[in-house]
């Protein structure tokens, strides 16, 4: 018989709870960088304020590697179908970070060419205002994104991811019959959907 | 089987896509390379994964709202697009600012200019595998935002030139911070050059790699670091002055072969060169004394908050400068620096409105990045990598 | 001057000359611009630093294409101006600068004017199959998407995900 004990050895907990905890502290991040945020987020990389704290030191630039979507900067009407298929690539769990006011909402380029913020295309978790923000809002805003995942439930699947596939089948579906190019195909959508007043196409 | 002449010649190409989203693609740009095996037949960049409509939103915007959008060309260096931006616009409007705005703008351009460099000389050591480069160089990129945000508000988009002179003065601590920051500065740069300069590695992945002739890089179209490792000594703060750079001492670093290390070399040099002139706009800080930092006249730029609350005429010319623009004369000016990456132009044509009627950046990176092709062919994938860094191709001011 | 000498040397070619600025700028008639581009290319000016245009929706012809050019020797800045009416090809400089090529295949995109010669003149900026050209002013600056220019869409409080708790 001897000195083990039950209780050294056995801890009772949700599942969801201890799945949500080893979720939260090993985010590994993807870095979609296109502008000026991008240069705050290698800051964020670098010794003063150290991101790999959040278990986020692994920078997998492969979305079939990584969960967490960054996307740093501004995306234009060129750039979207490209985001929409990084996020497709990208294996559940998965949520997306849409870093400085160009991503969340277009930014101060009301223009032809600029996407006006990436929640028109994909899902968005948490949005990151600033211009660009400074490393602590985006630690910040990671934080918030770790608050949000402790409550989410392990067996319910996300419905909105769902929605998001069924509207990249539409854009090839319209690709296809149009012989269009994936950017005009997603800027007719775009255009549609803004005409009916609905902000997104997913 | 041994692969022999008749393998080669009947080999496949493959095509592969780098970009536009790759790790190694600053910013973003796609590149469609036609290999075969690990050689580069042929590279073709794709660009316009960043155009924002930058120059048709300009035609809408006045002359001051531009400003914030010049930030974001170049966004490692956004000081210096400021002031280049404003240089142009007081170039039509055939006005100066004043002295202490000029040196504080010296100032802040070499400052921006060492920041751009070490962004550049990092992330192009990253890129082939030195890692630690680009953590050192980054502890003085931190310092240099505090610098920014000292003098502007802001680290990375400070928006600090005003037309006909500048934002704010600088505040008393700012020359202390300033002064350690050139103590520790020379400092980091040795150990970076400790660490690339004679490494084998480093040596072996950029020598030879992205030579280019002068004749060739005049063609082009180079200008600016790449220009002048090519061999060619082409600076405008040397060639054309303006804001009294022919006052200020400092050499112009001239590389031979135009390869990545020479680049590099450049680069470090000119970095060394900057300390050089920071040094002495400090001296000459202290030696102007305290002044005006705009020029004063209410029909350019603001009137002070508290003459605006006091005065009915200080509050008529801040209506009219903020609802209907400055009254811009007739004409057409191209006005040019040097910004970090080569000579960064402002072609602006006016009609006399509040807003210009075409506003065209001309950004140094946009021809270099067309020679990548010929720059690359007969390499490997590797030195693509390493060609791109050293070219420091930012994404903002090249599709604008 | 460096205008003078063109002038002098191929009478008829400038049409039209200013100095605002300091800036050299000479109109040239699209006829003679290729002789004059080897005139200066011969005098110094090699380095073709851009090319753009600007749209004049009310003047003819519509479009004036503006060359850049710098001369490394004597540090000279000239500026080229050929007016060019819409749908007619401007030769390409391609042959004799390098840097041609993307400033020409931009102002393609941008502004919808053909170089005759060019050894790839596609859409630079802009997708392949994007309708019209956005530099032109009569192209909307928000391209026609009404949600960037109002405010219409759903706020984001009611538009809050769920989070299936």
């Given at each position: 018989?001897?000195?083990?004990?039950?209780?050294?050895?056995?801890?009772?907990?949700?599942?969801?709870?201890?799945?949500?905890?080893?979720?939260?502290?090993?985010?590994?991040p993807l870095p979609f960088g296109?502008?000026?945020?991008?240069?705050?987020?290698?800051?964020?990389?670098?010794?003063?304020?150290?991101?790999?704290?959040?278990?986020?030191?692994?920078l997998r630039f492969s979305p079939r590697q990584s969960?967490?979507?960054?996307?740093?900067?501004?995306?234009?009407?060129?750039?979207?179908?490209?985001?929409?298929?990084i996020?497709?690539?990208?294996?559940?769990?998965?949520?997306?970070?849409?870093?400085?006011?160009?991503?969340?909402?277009?930014?101060?380029?009301?223009?032809?060419?600029?996407?006006?913020?990436?929640?028109?295309?994909?899902?968005?978790?948490?949005?990151?205002?600033?211009?660009?923000?400074?490393?602590?809002?985006?630690?910040?805003?990671?934080?918030?994104?770790?608050?949000?995942?402790?409550?989410?439930?392990?067996?319910?699947?996300?419905?909105?991811?769902?929605?998001?596939?069924?509207?990249?089948?539409?854009?090839?579906?319209?690709?296809?019959?149009?012989?269009?190019?994936?950017?005009?195909?997603?800027?007719?959508?775009?255009?549609?959907?803004?005409?009916?007043?609905?902000?997104?196409?997913? | 089987?041994?692969?022999?002449?008749?393998?080669?010649?009947?080999?496949?190409?493959?095509?592969?896509?780098?970009?536009?989203s790759h790790p190694v693609t600053?910013?973003?740009?796609?590149?469609?390379?036609?290999?075969?095996?690990?050689?580069?037949?042929?590279?073709?960049?794709?660009?316009?994964?960043?155009?924002?409509?930058?120059?048709?939103?300009?035609?809408?915007?006045?002359?001051?709202?531009?400003?914030?959008?010049?930030?974001?060309?170049?966004?490692?260096?956004?000081?210096?697009?400021?002031?280049?931006?404003?240089?142009?616009?007081?170039?039509?409007?055939?006005?100066?600012?004043?002295?202490?705005?000029?040196?504080?703008?010296?100032?802040?351009?070499?400052?921006?200019?060492?920041?751009?460099?070490?962004?550049?000389?990092?992330?192009?050591?990253?890129?082939?595998?030195?890692?630690?480069?680009?953590?050192?160089?980054?502890?003085?990129?931190?310092?240099?935002?505090?610098?920014?945000?000292?003098?502007?508000?802001?680290?990375?988009?400070?928006?600090?030139?005003?037309?006909?002179?500048?934002?704010?003065?600088?505040?008393?601590?700012?020359?202390?911070?300033?002064?350690?920051?050139?103590?520790?500065?020379?400092?980091?740069?040795?150990?970076?050059?400790?660490?690339?300069?004679?490494?084998?590695?480093?040596?072996?992945?950029?020598?030879?790699?992205?030579?280019?002739?002068?004749?060739?890089?005049?063609?082009?179209?180079?200008?600016?670091?790449?220009?002048?490792?090519?061999?060619?000594?082409?600076?405008?703060?040397?060639?054309?002055?303006?804001?009294?750079?022919?006052?200020?001492?400092?050499?112009?670093?001239?590389?031979?072969?135009?390869?990545?290390?020479?680049?590099?070399?450049?680069?470090?040099?000119?970095?060394?060169?900057?300390?050089?002139?920071?040094?002495?706009?400090?001296?000459?800080?202290?030696?102007?004394?305290?002044?005006?930092?705009?020029?004063?006249?209410?029909?350019?730029?603001?009137?002070?908050?508290?003459?605006?609350?006091?005065?009915?005429?200080?509050?008529?010319?801040?209506?009219?400068?903020?609802?209907?623009?400055?009254?811009?004369?007739?004409?057409?000016?191209?006005?040019?620096?040097?910004?970090?990456?080569?000579?960064?132009?402002?072609?602006?044509?006016?009609?006399?409105?509040?807003?210009?009627?075409?506003?065209?950046?001309?950004?140094?990176?946009?021809?270099?990045?067309?020679?990548?092709?010929?720059?690359?062919?007969?390499?490997?994938?590797?030195?693509?990598?390493?060609?791109?860094?050293?070219?420091?191709?930012?994404?903002?001011?090249?599709?604008? | 001057?460096?205008?003078?000498?063109?002038?002098?040397?191929?009478?008829?070619?400038?049409?039209?000359?200013?100095?605002?600025?300091?800036?050299?700028?000479?109109?040239?008639?699209?006829?003679?611009?290729?002789?004059?581009?080897?005139?200066?290319?011969?005098?110094?000016?090699?380095?073709?630093?851009?090319?753009?245009?600007?749209?004049?929706?009310?003047?003819?012809?519509?479009?004036?294409?503006?060359?850049?050019?710098?001369?490394?020797?004597?540090?000279?800045?000239?500026?080229?101006?050929?007016?060019?009416?819409?749908?007619?090809?401007?030769?390409?400089?391609?042959?004799?600068?390098?840097?041609?090529?993307?400033?020409?295949?931009?102002?393609?995109?941008?502004?919808?004017?053909?170089?005759?010669?060019?050894?790839?003149?596609?859409?630079?900026?802009?997708?392949?199959?994007?309708?019209?050209?956005?530099?032109?002013?009569?192209?909307?600056?928000?391209?026609?998407?009404?949600?960037?220019?109002?405010?219409?869409?759903?706020?984001?409080?009611?538009?809050?995900?769920?989070?299936?708790?």
């Amino acid at each position: 018989m001897g000195g083990i004990h039950l209780d050294d050895s056995v801890m009772t907990t949700r599942l969801d709870a201890v799945i949500n905890w080893s979720r939260k502290n090993s985010l590994w991040p993807l870095p979609f960088g296109t502008a000026c945020c991008a240069i705050e987020f290698m800051s964020m990389m670098a010794s003063r304020y150290d991101f790999s704290r959040f278990g986020a030191e692994a920078l997998r630039f492969s979305p079939r590697q990584s969960d967490m979507l960054l996307v740093l900067g501004t995306i234009t009407n060129k750039q979207a179908p490209v985001l929409r298929q990084i996020y497709a690539q990208m294996a559940e769990p998965k949520w997306v970070v849409s870093v400085g006011v160009c991503a969340s909402s277009g930014g101060m380029y009301r223009t032809y060419a600029t996407l006006q913020g990436i929640d028109r295309v994909i899902p968005v978790d948490v949005y990151v205002p600033g211009c660009p923000p400074r490393p602590e809002t985006m630690i910040y805003g990671v934080m918030e994104l770790q608050k949000k995942i402790t409550r989410e439930a392990l067996s319910a699947r996300k419905e909105h991811i769902e929605r998001f596939y069924r509207s990249l089948e539409r854009q090839e579906e319209r690709a296809r019959a149009g012989g269009l190019s994936p950017q005009q195909a997603v800027r007719e959508m775009l255009l549609e959907a803004g005409g009916q007043g609905d902000q997104q196409i997913w | 089987m041994e692969p022999n002449a008749t393998n080669r010649s009947e080999g496949e190409r493959m095509i592969i896509n780098m970009g536009p989203s790759h790790p190694v693609t600053h910013g973003t740009l796609h590149i469609v390379l036609e290999l075969e095996g690990e050689f580069i037949v042929k590279a073709t960049p794709n660009i316009g994964y960043l155009h924002r409509g930058v120059e048709k939103l300009g035609e809408n915007l006045t002359y001051q709202q531009f400003i914030p959008l010049t930030d974001r060309l170049n966004y490692c260096s956004s000081l210096m697009n400021n002031v280049g931006y404003t240089l142009a616009v007081e170039k039509l409007l055939g006005i100066q600012d004043p002295p202490r705005s000029q040196v504080l703008r010296v100032l802040c351009s070499e400052l921006a200019r060492i920041g751009d460099h070490l962004v550049c000389v990092g992330i192009n050591a990253v890129d082939i595998g030195a890692f630690t480069a680009f953590l050192y160089l980054f502890r003085e990129r931190e310092t240099i935002y505090d610098l920014f945000e000292m003098m502007a508000g802001q680290r990375l988009h400070s928006s600090f030139t005003r037309i006909g002179g500048l934002f704010r003065d600088i505040p008393p601590e700012f020359e202390p911070l300033c002064g350690q920051f050139l103590e520790s500065c020379p400092r980091t740069l040795d150990e970076m050059e400790r660490l690339l300069t004679h490494n084998p590695i480093w040596a072996d992945r950029t020598k030879g790699v992205g030579s280019i002739a002068p004749a060739d890089a005049v063609s082009w179209g180079y200008t600016g670091p790449c220009l002048r490792a090519a061999g060619v000594p082409q600076d405008l703060r040397k060639a054309q002055p303006y804001l009294g750079y022919e006052t200020y001492e400092f050499d112009i670093p001239v590389g031979t072969t135009g390869d990545i290390y020479d680049r590099y070399l450049v680069r470090t040099e000119e970095m060394r060169q900057s300390l050089r002139i920071v040094r002495q706009c400090l001296d000459r800080l202290r030696e102007i004394g305290p002044g005006p930092v705009i020029v004063d006249d209410y029909k350019i730029a603001l009137p002070p908050k508290e003459k605006v609350y006091t005065r009915m005429e200080s509050l008529i010319h801040h209506f009219k400068l903020i609802m209907h623009g400055i009254e811009m004369p007739v004409g057409e000016v191209y006005g040019a620096t040097e910004a970090a990456n080569g000579e960064l132009g402002f072609y602006i044509v006016s009609h006399g409105g509040k807003s210009p009627y075409r506003i065209h950046v001309r950004p140094p990176c946009f021809p270099i990045f067309n020679s990548f092709d010929e720059q690359v062919r007969g390499r490997i994938i590797a030195d693509a990598v390493a060609v791109l860094g050293g070219m420091n191709v930012i994404a903002g001011e090249l599709d604008r | 001057m460096v205008i003078e000498r063109i002038e002098a040397q191929l009478p008829g070619a400038v049409l039209d000359r200013h100095d605002f600025r300091g800036d050299a700028t000479a109109v040239v008639a699209g006829p003679r611009f290729l002789e004059v581009v080897d005139f200066v290319f011969q005098e110094g000016f090699q380095l073709l630093l851009d090319v753009t245009a600007v749209d004049l929706e009310t003047r003819e012809p519509r479009f004036d294409v503006v060359y850049h050019l710098l001369n490394l020797a004597s540090q000279e800045r000239l500026r080229i101006k050929v007016p060019v009416a819409e749908g007619t090809a401007q030769p390409s400089l391609t042959g004799r600068f390098k840097s041609a090529d993307w400033a020409e295949r931009e102002v393609f995109d941008l502004f919808g004017i053909p170089f005759a010669g060019h050894p790839g003149l596609t859409r630079l900026l802009m997708w392949e199959d994007f309708p019209g050209h956005p530099l032109r002013k009569d192209f909307p600056l928000d391209g026609g998407d009404l949600f960037c220019s109002q405010d219409i869409g759903a706020s984001f409080a009611p538009d809050a995900r769920s989070l299936n708790i």
